[in-house]
């Protein structure tokens, strides 16, 4: 609190975004390093670590990372335990790891569908257990979970995906009710669709050098009329992360250019 104003600061908050060696996870870690806090990450492979490193240190940021399979209960444990000990309490959580299959459903495997709700539904609850008992010590903590359109629509080929978005959007509220009363504030951040090498084969050029179908259906269903960056992410993630955001709880803020309020033209 600042003269009755909350702050944005991140001033010597220790912030944890999973999966973000790249894409939107880099861009939210980034701009909380700008804001002030100290940024630790990891990602599925020592190579993707090492990259996000290294981009990390171009931007003039001092990262932690460190490879953890999100999904691997044990695994987390022991990286949230290392970043305790090496850095300091998380007061800020990001579930942004994520995976999409698009295969129809009806050819979709149920290991397959699995795989899909285990990175981004299981595993969201496996970090926010791991995070929240210090949280609840500390008397404070902020955690984000990255949502989607997919939250709310459904589409062709993506069945696992809008269902484990739609699930962690509902994990989202059930954290906000279940620790709201020890100052956590768990909030969503649904993304529109985001120009990440996710959506790099939406965006695919025909071999006649058109654009995608999907490229041009998405720019006409967006108000804004183009994909968004993951910079764009930035405000409305530092937003969720700083005590400016103290008494939102339980909600999905989504940044879609338009998206989920438009019925799209006629054809
Ligand atoms: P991305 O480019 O694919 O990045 C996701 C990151 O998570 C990758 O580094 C990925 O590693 C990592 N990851 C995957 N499985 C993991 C695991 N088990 N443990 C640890 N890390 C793991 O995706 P993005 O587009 O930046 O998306 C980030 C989040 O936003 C996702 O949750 C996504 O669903 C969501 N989202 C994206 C959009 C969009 O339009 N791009 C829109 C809405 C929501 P690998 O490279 O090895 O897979
Ligand atoms: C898809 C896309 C989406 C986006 C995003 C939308 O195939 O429809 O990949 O699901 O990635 O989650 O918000």
């Not at 600042?2 to 999973?18: D, H, P, R």
């Not at 955690?143 to 696992?160: F, H, K």
Request: hydrophobic share 40%.
């Amino acid at each position: 609190m600042n003269n009755g104003i909350n702050s944005f600061s991140l001033e010597g908050k220790v912030a944890l975004v999973t999966g973000a060696s790249y894409g939107i996870g880099f861009a939210i870690a980034s701009g909380f390093a700008a804001a002030g806090a100290k940024i630790v990450f990891n990602d599925i492979k020592q190579e993707l670590v090492d990259k996000g490193l290294a981009a990390y240190a171009e931007a003039g940021i001092e990262a932690k990372g460190y490879v953890c399979d999100v999904t691997d209960e044990d695994a987390v444990n022991n990286l949230v335990k290392t970043i305790e000990e090496e850095v300091g309490v998380i007061d800020i959580l990001v579930n942004n790891a994520g995976i999409i299959k698009r295969i129809p459903m009806h050819e979709m495997t149920a290991a397959e569908f699995r795989q899909v709700v285990d990175v981004d539904l299981n595993a969201p609850f496996i970090v926010s257990k791991a995070v929240i008992p210090s949280m609840i010590k500390k008397g404070h903590g902020k955690i984000i979970n990255i949502c989607s359109m997919m939250s709310e629509l459904g589409r062709e080929t993506v069945s696992a995906y809008a269902a484990a978005k739609g699930g962690l959007k509902m994990l989202t509220r059930n954290i906000c009710s279940e620790y709201g009363g020890h100052n956590i504030q768990c909030n969503g951040i649904g993304p529109g669709y985001i120009e990440t090498p996710q959506t790099a084969p939406l965006r695919e050029r025909q071999p006649d050098g058109s654009r995608h179908p999907f490229d041009q259906f998405i720019v006409a269903k967006t108000p804004a009329g183009r994909w968004g960056k993951p910079e764009e992410l930035v405000g409305p993630a530092v937003f969720l992360a700083s005590d400016a955001s103290n008494f939102v709880n339980g909600h999905i803020l989504y940044v879609d250019g338009g998206i989920l309020a438009y019925i799209g033209k006629q054809p």
